[in-house]
């Protein structure tokens, strides 16, 4: 069973039962998971900008740190899933 990297109705994880790592879904769901690492990087960039930045207000910051909650959301369920825990 794979958790892949998006949610049902309600927030439910979803799953994908398959041998076949080259299923339509599989390769959906890998392609997925390297948009959401790549843009973590990105965030991760961006908030580390902000935080370096001596003259970012509040509202700047916060963003940054809500960006950075959903990146980091998204990668610890990449992890999950790539690592078989059913958490």
């Not at 041998?19 to 580390?48: K, Y």
Request: aromatic content about 4%.
């Amino acid at each position: 069973m794979r958790l892949l990297p998006w949610t049902g109705p309600g927030g439910k994880p979803c799953y994908l039962s398959t041998d076949n790592p080259d299923s339509l879904l599989s390769r959906l769901a890998d392609d997925v998971e390297a948009a959401q690492l790549a843009s973590a990087e990105t965030v991760l960039a961006g908030a580390r900008a902000v935080l370096h930045d001596n003259k970012s207000g509040e509202r700047a910051v916060r963003f940054a740190l809500t960006r950075t909650v959903e990146s980091l959301g998204d990668v610890l369920r990449i992890a999950v899933s790539r690592g078989g825990d059913d958490r």
